[in-house]
Nanobody
Framework: QVQLVESGGGLVQAGGSLRLSCAASGRNFGYDVMGWFRQAPGKERVFVSGVKWYGGQTFYADSVKGRFTVSRDIPKNMAYLQMNNLKAEDTAVYYC????????????????WGQGTQVTVSS
Protein backbone atom coordinates (compact mmCIF):
# COMPACT_ATOMS: atom_id res chain seq x y z
CA GLN A 1 0.00 0.00 0.00
CA VAL A 2 1.31 3.44 -0.89
CA GLN A 3 2.45 5.71 1.91
CA LEU A 4 2.70 9.47 1.57
CA VAL A 5 4.64 11.70 3.93
CA GLU A 6 4.40 15.46 3.65
CA SER A 7 6.96 17.89 5.06
CA GLY A 8 8.18 21.44 4.76
CA GLY A 9 5.38 23.40 6.36
CA GLY A 10 5.87 26.11 8.92
CA LEU A 11 5.07 29.63 10.01
CA VAL A 12 5.84 32.38 7.53
CA GLN A 13 4.91 36.01 7.11
CA ALA A 14 2.67 37.13 4.28
CA GLY A 15 4.71 37.48 1.14
CA GLY A 16 7.11 34.76 2.17
CA SER A 17 7.83 31.37 0.66
CA LEU A 18 7.81 27.71 1.61
CA ARG A 19 8.60 24.51 -0.23
CA LEU A 20 6.58 21.43 0.59
CA SER A 21 7.78 17.92 -0.12
CA CYS A 22 5.89 14.67 -0.51
CA ALA A 23 7.65 11.33 -0.26
CA ALA A 24 5.81 8.39 -1.76
CA SER A 25 6.69 4.83 -0.88
CA GLY A 26 5.12 1.47 -1.39
CA ARG A 27 3.65 0.01 -4.47
CA ASN A 28 2.66 2.08 -7.46
CA PHE A 29 -0.97 3.00 -6.99
CA GLY A 30 -1.39 3.55 -10.69
CA TYR A 31 -2.65 7.10 -10.78
CA ASP A 32 -1.35 9.47 -13.42
CA VAL A 33 -1.46 12.71 -11.47
CA MET A 34 0.02 13.45 -8.07
CA GLY A 35 -1.21 16.53 -6.39
CA TRP A 36 -1.68 18.70 -3.38
CA PHE A 37 -4.79 19.42 -1.39
CA ARG A 38 -5.28 21.70 1.57
CA GLN A 39 -7.73 21.95 4.40
CA ALA A 40 -8.25 25.14 6.35
CA PRO A 41 -9.87 25.08 9.79
CA GLY A 42 -13.58 24.43 9.52
CA LYS A 43 -13.45 23.94 5.77
CA GLU A 44 -13.37 21.02 3.38
CA ARG A 45 -10.20 19.71 1.85
CA VAL A 46 -9.72 21.25 -1.61
CA PHE A 47 -7.49 20.76 -4.60
CA VAL A 48 -4.49 23.07 -4.89
CA SER A 49 -2.22 21.72 -7.59
CA GLY A 50 -1.21 18.59 -9.50
CA VAL A 51 1.47 17.25 -11.80
CA LYS A 52 1.49 14.32 -14.18
CA TRP A 53 4.15 11.84 -13.26
CA TYR A 54 4.98 11.23 -16.91
CA GLY A 55 4.97 14.31 -19.09
CA GLY A 56 5.06 16.80 -16.25
CA GLN A 57 1.89 18.70 -17.18
CA THR A 58 0.83 20.87 -14.27
CA PHE A 59 -2.51 22.01 -12.93
CA TYR A 60 -3.43 24.72 -10.46
CA ALA A 61 -6.42 26.03 -8.62
CA ASP A 62 -7.18 29.62 -9.61
CA SER A 63 -6.38 30.82 -6.10
CA VAL A 64 -2.73 29.80 -6.39
CA LYS A 65 -1.94 30.33 -10.07
CA GLY A 66 1.15 32.42 -10.55
CA ARG A 67 2.28 31.91 -6.94
CA PHE A 68 2.68 28.14 -6.54
CA THR A 69 4.74 25.76 -8.63
CA VAL A 70 4.34 21.99 -8.49
CA SER A 71 7.02 19.55 -9.59
CA ARG A 72 8.06 15.93 -9.23
CA ASP A 73 11.18 13.81 -9.16
CA ILE A 74 10.37 10.43 -10.61
CA PRO A 75 13.51 8.51 -9.55
CA LYS A 76 13.07 9.75 -5.99
CA ASN A 77 9.30 9.27 -5.94
CA MET A 78 8.95 12.82 -4.65
CA ALA A 79 6.56 15.65 -5.37
CA TYR A 80 7.09 19.26 -4.40
CA LEU A 81 5.07 22.42 -4.02
CA GLN A 82 6.95 25.70 -4.13
CA MET A 83 4.76 28.38 -2.60
CA ASN A 84 5.68 32.01 -3.12
CA ASN A 85 3.98 35.26 -2.15
CA LEU A 86 2.03 33.45 0.52
CA LYS A 87 -1.16 34.99 1.82
CA ALA A 88 -3.05 34.57 5.06
CA GLU A 89 -5.72 32.62 3.18
CA ASP A 90 -3.14 29.99 2.27
CA THR A 91 -3.08 28.92 5.91
CA ALA A 92 -4.09 25.26 6.01
CA VAL A 93 -2.88 21.72 6.42
CA TYR A 94 -1.45 20.56 3.11
CA TYR A 95 -1.70 16.96 1.91
CA CYS A 96 -0.36 15.16 -1.11
CA UNK A 97 -2.48 12.57 -2.84
CA UNK A 98 -3.30 11.28 -6.29
CA UNK A 99 -5.65 13.46 -8.30
CA UNK A 100 -8.35 12.57 -10.78
CA UNK A 101 -7.77 14.85 -13.74
CA UNK A 102 -10.72 17.05 -14.71
CA UNK A 103 -12.51 16.28 -11.44
CA UNK A 104 -9.70 17.65 -9.30
CA UNK A 105 -10.49 15.38 -6.40
CA UNK A 106 -8.67 12.47 -4.87
CA UNK A 107 -9.89 9.06 -6.02
CA UNK A 108 -12.80 7.94 -3.84
CA UNK A 109 -11.02 4.68 -3.05
CA UNK A 110 -7.82 6.41 -1.95
CA UNK A 111 -7.39 5.83 1.75
CA UNK A 112 -3.69 6.48 2.32
CA TRP A 113 -3.80 10.10 3.36
CA GLY A 114 -0.71 11.24 5.22
CA GLN A 115 -0.76 13.45 8.28
CA GLY A 116 -0.22 16.55 6.21
CA THR A 117 1.99 19.50 6.93
CA GLN A 118 0.77 22.71 8.55
CA VAL A 119 1.30 25.98 6.74
CA THR A 120 0.55 29.13 8.71
CA VAL A 121 0.83 32.54 7.11
CA SER A 122 0.76 35.54 9.38
CA SER A 123 -0.54 38.81 8.01
Amino acid sequence: QVQLVESGGGLVQAGGSLRLSCAASGRNFGYDVMGWFRQAPGKERVFVSGVKWYGGQTFYADSVKGRFTVSRDIPKNMAYLQMNNLKAEDTAVYYCAPVLEYLWIAPPDFQSWGQGTQVTVSS
